[in-house]
């Protein structure tokens, strides 16, 4: 609840005898039309509460629903608020940003204010049985972007291959595989002996990268789960390896994912631990794919 000084932009209802809506019996009282933001609306105020007893309850309804296509519906921020004839100024209920729609025309508040609340006279809300009620509503007309997602669990078998690399030490830029194909994509390994980056010099470097199909969806990504290997060579196969599973590839946009520091270049060109023989290293690549997904985007 919060309180100010100036009256609410759109709607005031002044109500001069509030004590005859009890009197009388009246559960439910609606408010004139009023217009915001291209739409109508009204005021419902329940003088005993809604399913709240001890409470006045008050909700703000989109008025002439038949008016708009069946599927309609309207963002909207809005407050609802009380004047207080003693302080001259308004409490105001604020509400949070609500969908109003077929199956929920109307948002409010069970508990604005309870009766004895009202009903005190050193309140200020309820003097000579008047009171005032207002409304003020900001629609939001901005189009949102909606976007559909299909996820698919592929899991293709495990794809295992070698390659080697050879003239190791005279290598200065990269190197870069041959294309294979797994799970209808093509992919090529590049690495870099020298390490790039930050890396340069240090470590090999080493990245996985997709190759952009114009036979597929632009939408469309795939997420593989892959294993890089360098290769231990001598008799203990204490091959060196890591893994990525949580990377996404895109089929319009040609990029890679990988490892700066992959290894560092003390511990590849060590001779005791074999991974370079005969100045050929052996790189080994095992790669699964596991989700693709396709996008579409509608206003």
């Avoid at 209920?93 to 005190?120: C, M, Q, Y």
């Avoid at 795939?222 to 890089?228: E, L």
């Avoid at 196969?237 to 560092?264: N, V």
């Amino acid at each position: 609840m919060e309180t100010r000084v100036v009256s609410p932009a759109n709607f005031l209802l002044k109500i001069d005898s509030f004590s005859l809506l009890h009197k009388h019996g009246i559960y439910e009282l609606k408010t004139k039309e009023f217009k915001s933001g291209d739409y109508k609306w009204r005021l419902v105020i329940y003088p005993n509460g809604k399913d709240e007893e001890g409470y006045i309850s008050i909700y703000l309804a989109i008025a002439d629903k038949s008016a708009l296509p069946s599927t309609w519906e309207v963002n909207a921020t809005f407050s609802i608020c009380l004047f207080n004839h003693i302080s001259d100024n308004y409490r105001y209920s604020i509400g949070s940003a609500v969908r109003f729609h077929a199956l929920k025309p109307e948002w409010g508040f069970k508990k604005f204010i309870s009766k004895k609340n009202l009903t005190d006279l050193s309140k200020g809300y309820l003097v000579d049985d008047k009171c005032v009620f207002g409304a003020e509503i900001f629609v939001n007309e901005h189009k949102t972007v909606t976007q559909s997602l299909s996820l698919n669990s592929v899991y293709t078998d495990p794809y295992k291959r070698e390659f080697k690399i050879s003239n190791f030490s005279i290598l200065k830029e990269k190197w870069v595989s041959k294309v294979f194909e797994v799970g209808g994509h093509k992919w090529k390994i590049e690495a870099h002996p020298n390490g790039c980056e930050e890396e340069t010099g240090r470590s090999l470097s080493i990245f996985l990268s997709h190759i952009v199909s114009n036979n597929r969806p632009s939408s469309e990504r795939v997420c593989p789960c892959f294993t890089m290997r360098v290769k231990d060579q001598s008799s203990d196969h204490k091959h060196h390896q890591m893994t990525l599973s949580d990377r996404w590839f895109s089929a319009s946009e040609a990029y890679d994912w990988g490892w700066y520091s992959f290894i560092e270049l003390s511990s590849l060109k060590d001779p005791n631990k074999g991974f370079i023989v005969n100045d050929c290293c052996l790189l080994e690549i095992e790669i699964t794919v596991v989700f693709a997904v396709s996008t579409t985007r509608s206003t």
